[in-house]
């Protein structure tokens, strides 16, 4: 798509190398990319020493990406008054927003994730009169601090109405305005919150560009006879990710008589960390779990092309998780949980296969399933690697980005 070269003010919390998970990445493609098309790209991100000095660069935003403690993991310690400043209007971050407003005169703000940094970025676009676009990747919108609060901890029901009524109206009176959803599922979850569907649309992410020149090169992983079948699952270590099904399912598997190596790539919380470390001592796991830690997207690519599978045990609604798409490009057969917008990404039993989320005796079948048939498992890998070419390239992701900041600048400001 060629349009005209737009200044733009890109808007999100957490901008690489701060990386908790894709969204990070995703905002980071989308920036570099709309760049290679010529548009002037500005970035406001959340405060942090390492993105000090990066060109184009203004790390102002609340809250401090180098404190020790997570931000989510924050809002759930603090009091109301600062789930109020993290969640629904923040001061500090309308003044900084208003001053890189002022400073750059941007043609448009596009907005990736404001939770935690409020809407103060909207309120402070409103006030001046700068159109604005949202890409939506998770359920932000909806506001985790209501959505994930739990039972035990909100006290009396009726103040909890009252923080989701509040939430609702404030996000109303300021308007959301237009936005781009990464899947169906993400918007259909929206609308049900009561969002417009009219100022939503759905442009699924798109390859990051070096996974996009090895979806080009890629092959199903070969496996000679005699071979382990080796399986990686690529997931942030906490308990939504479900990496514990994933060693369940290991275990029950090699119970069933699979040979196999299972390698976890990712990191997470010292508790969650400990009770994988358990899971992996059973007899039937000795020896045959792989730790990796956190890893550079050079390394997931590397891991990726030795994999004869690859698990995506997910327990929540993924909206459409770029792990997913970086299986299909590099040649494992793809395992994963039927949740959020996974289905949208890949069809069950023609480019990988779909099992209930959280059951782990179903996982382990597909596991033994794949041992057992080694056409099935390739053919299953080559038809994802087809399927993510010719649907999830960069480009097609670019052109639905750039159409919808375009769109948002012609319908103006709110």
Same mark, same amino acid.
């Given at each position: 798509?060629?349009?005209?070269?737009?200044?733009?003010?890109?808007?999100?919390?957490?901008?690489?190398?701060?990386?908790?998970?894709?969204?990070?990445?995703?905002?980071?493609?989308?920036?570099?990319?709309?760049?290679?098309?010529?548009?002037?790209?500005?970035?406001?991100?959340?405060?942090?020493?390492?993105?000090?000095?990066?060109?184009?660069?203004?790390?102002?935003?609340?809250?401090?990406?180098?404190?020790?403690?997570?931000?989510?993991?924050?809002?759930?310690?603090?009091?109301?008054?600062?789930?109020?400043?993290?969640?629904?209007?923040?001061?500090?971050?309308?003044?900084?927003?208003?001053?890189?407003?002022?400073?750059?005169?941007?043609?448009?703000?596009?907005?990736?994730?404001?939770?935690?940094?409020?809407?103060?970025?909207?309120?402070?676009?409103?006030?001046?009169?700068?159109?604005?676009?949202?890409?939506?990747?998770?359920?932000?919108?909806?506001?985790?601090?209501?959505?994930?609060?739990?039972?035990?901890?909100?006290?009396?029901?009726?103040?909890?109405?009252?923080?989701?009524?509040?939430?609702?109206?404030?996000?109303?009176?300021?308007?959301?305005?237009?936005?781009?959803?990464?899947?169906?599922?993400?918007?259909?979850?929206?609308?049900?919150?009561?969002?417009?569907?009219?100022?939503?649309?759905?442009?699924?992410?798109?390859?990051?560009?070096?996974?996009?020149?090895?979806?080009?090169?890629?092959?199903?992983?070969?496996?000679?006879?005699?071979?382990?079948?080796?399986?990686?699952?690529?997931?942030?270590?906490?308990?939504?990710?479900?990496?514990?099904?994933?060693?369940?399912?290991?275990?029950? &598997?090699?119970?069933? $008589? !699979?040979?196999?190596? *299972?390698?976890? #790539? +990712? =990191?997470?919380? /010292?508790?969650? %960390? @400990?009770?994988?470390?358990?899971?992996?001592?059973?007899?039937?796991?000795?020896?045959?779990?792989?730790?990796?830690?956190?890893?550079?997207?050079?390394?997931?690519?590397?891991?990726?092309?030795?994999?004869?599978?690859?698990?995506?045990?997910?327990?929540?609604?993924?909206?459409?998780?770029?792990?997913?798409?970086?299986?299909?490009?590099?040649?494992?057969?793809?395992?994963?949980?039927?949740?959020?917008?996974?289905?949208? &990404?890949?069809?069950? $039993? !023609?480019?990988?296969? *779909?099992?209930? #989320? +959280? =059951?782990?005796? /179903?996982?382990? %079948? @597909?596991?033994?399933?794949?041992?057992?048939?080694?056409?099935?498992?390739?053919?299953?890998?080559?038809?994802?690697?087809?399927?993510?070419?010719?649907?999830?390239?960069?480009?097609?992701?670019?052109?639905?980005?750039?159409?919808?900041?375009?769109?948002?600048?012609?319908?103006?400001?709110?």
């Amino acid at each position: 798509m060629s349009a005209a070269s737009l200044r733009i003010l890109a808007v999100t919390l957490r901008y690489p190398p701060y990386v908790a998970g894709g969204y990070e990445l995703l905002t980071r493609d989308a920036v570099e990319g709309l760049r290679a098309r010529g548009h002037d790209v500005h970035v406001l991100a959340g405060r942090g020493r390492r993105l000090e000095g990066v060109e184009q660069v203004a790390a102002v935003l609340e809250p401090d990406l180098d404190d020790a403690l997570d931000p989510f993991e924050r809002s759930f310690r603090t009091g109301n008054f600062g789930r109020f400043g993290l969640h629904v209007f923040s001061l500090a971050n309308y003044r900084a927003t208003a001053r890189a407003l002022r400073e750059l005169e941007p043609d448009v703000l596009v907005f990736f994730n404001l939770g935690l940094v409020s809407l103060a970025p909207l309120v402070a676009a409103r006030i001046a009169r700068v159109p604005t676009l949202g890409y939506l990747a998770d359920l932000w919108p909806k506001n985790h601090w209501l959505a994930t609060w739990k039972p035990e901890e909100r006290g009396k029901d009726l103040r909890y109405a009252a923080l989701a009524r509040m939430w609702r109206g404030f996000r109303a009176l300021v308007g959301l305005g237009p936005m781009l959803a990464v899947s169906r599922y993400l918007a259909n979850e929206l609308e049900a919150d009561g969002i417009d569907s009219h100022d939503l649309s759905v442009v699924h992410l798109g390859l990051p560009p070096e996974m996009q020149r090895a979806a080009e090169a890629g092959a199903p992983v070969a496996r000679a006879p005699g071979d382990v079948l080796r399986v990686l699952c690529t997931s942030m270590h906490w308990e939504g990710k479900g990496v514990h099904v994933a060693l369940q399912a290991a275990a029950g &598997a090699r119970r069933a $008589g !699979v040979e196999l190596e *299972l390698s976890l #790539a +990712g =990191d997470g919380p /010292a508790d969650y %960390a @400990a009770r994988l470390r358990e899971l992996a001592a059973v007899p039937e796991l000795e020896g045959r779990v792989r730790f990796l830690g956190r890893l550079t997207r050079g390394q997931v690519a590397a891991e990726l092309a030795r994999a004869h599978v690859l698990l995506f045990p997910s327990l929540w609604g993924e909206p459409f998780a770029i792990a997913v798409l970086e299986a299909m490009a590099h040649g494992p057969c793809l395992v994963a949980t039927a949740e959020g917008g996974t289905p949208e &990404a890949l069809e069950d $039993g !023609v480019s990988g296969l *779909l099992v209930p #989320a +959280g =059951d782990a005796e /179903a996982m382990a %079948a @597909a596991l033994v399933r794949l041992d057992g048939d080694e056409d099935l498992r390739r053919a299953l890998a080559a038809a994802a690697g087809e399927r993510v070419r010719e649907r999830f390239g960069i480009e097609p992701f670019l052109d639905g980005v750039e159409a919808g900041i375009m769109r948002a600048r012609a319908l103006g400001p709110r």
